[in-house]
């Protein structure tokens, strides 16, 4: 069967190369991320480019994507020229952390859906693990990079399962960065706590802005708070 693209509002892209599909996880990160005073960002791992696409149609100005993978970076390569963006993006196909080494560039936000697991068994796929097994890539490189490449006042936002806190705080608290925003994201209505999006900076804050986002009711369908953070991306919405 031929690969469809996987429509959106407002642009449509591939993502059957990428060691990801397009996810909730991803998606839900750049609708909710704080853009104000935002003119150029990175998004590192950048998959099929869907975090980069959408920082595009909310007005991000300049955007760098960093991806390893040779097919995944093929198609978000693929994808940034199709688009209405397309002068918008400039994607680098290399190791994120030789990337942070040799970063040129000053950025307002570095944005990133990261390796998840740590320890965990690894299937027979060598390019899904190398997305999503940390060793690759772990939450001490992407602070790292982060020193390197996000200026003083910039934030980075990441997407973590909240089993992973205690490890992103650790590394957050080693490479002295500051939690200003955090989103508990609950899959079901009375179910816990499965997702945590967070955004670093390299300040202290006064306080800290966090909130509880369910994604279902006990239906089954989509909460309003759902529909109302992507009303504007998804279809049907």
């Known amino acids: 069967m031929k690969?469809?693209?996987?429509?959106?509002?407002?642009?449509?892209?591939?993502?059957?190369?990428?060691?990801?599909?397009?996810?909730t996880d991803a998606i839900l990160l750049?609708?909710?991320?704080?853009?104000?005073?935002?003119?150029?960002?990175?998004?590192?791992?950048?998959?099929?480019g869907i975090i980069a696409m959408l920082l595009a149609q909310r007005g991000v100005g300049a955007?760098?994507?960093?991806?390893?993978?040779?097919?995944?970076?093929?198609?978000a390569q693929l994808n940034f020229d199709t688009s209405q963006w397309r002068q918008r993006f400039k994607l680098h196909h290399q190791d994120a952390r030789e990337f942070g080494r040799q970063c040129k560039s000053q950025f307002d936000l570095i944005i990133c859906n990261p390796p998840f697991f740590f320890q965990a068994f690894h299937g027979l796929k060598a390019q899904r693990n190398l997305a999503r097994h940390a060793e690759y890539f772990n939450f001490d490189d992407l602070f790292q990079l982060a020193l390197h490449c996000l200026k003083s006042d910039g934030s980075l936002a990441v997407v973590i399962p909240a089993g992973e806190w205690d490890r992103m705080k650790k590394a957050a608290d080693e490479a002295g960065f500051f939690l200003h925003q955090k989103m508990n994201?609950?899959?079901?209505?009375?179910?816990?706590?499965?997702?945590?999006?967070?955004?670093?900076?390299?300040?202290?804050?006064?306080?800290?802005?966090?909130?509880?986002?369910?994604?279902?009711?006990?239906?089954?369908?989509?909460?309003?708070d759902y529909y109302a953070l992507l009303k504007d991306y998804y279809l049907g919405f």
């Open 63 to 75: 955007i760098e994507a960093v991806e390893i993978d040779e097919r995944s970076a093929r198609e």
């Open 185 to 224: 994201i609950i899959p079901v209505d009375g179910k816990n706590v499965n997702r945590l999006n967070l955004l670093f900076k390299k300040t202290e804050p006064t306080q800290l802005n966090e909130l509880f986002f369910v994604l279902r009711g006990q239906d089954g369908n989509f909460t309003k």
């Open 3 to 23: 690969a469809r693209p996987f429509h959106f509002k407002r642009f449509s892209m591939m993502h059957h190369q990428s060691t990801m599909k397009i996810g």
């Open 30 to 48: 750049a609708a909710w991320v704080d853009l104000e005073n935002v003119e150029n960002a990175l998004d590192v791992g950048t998959g099929s």
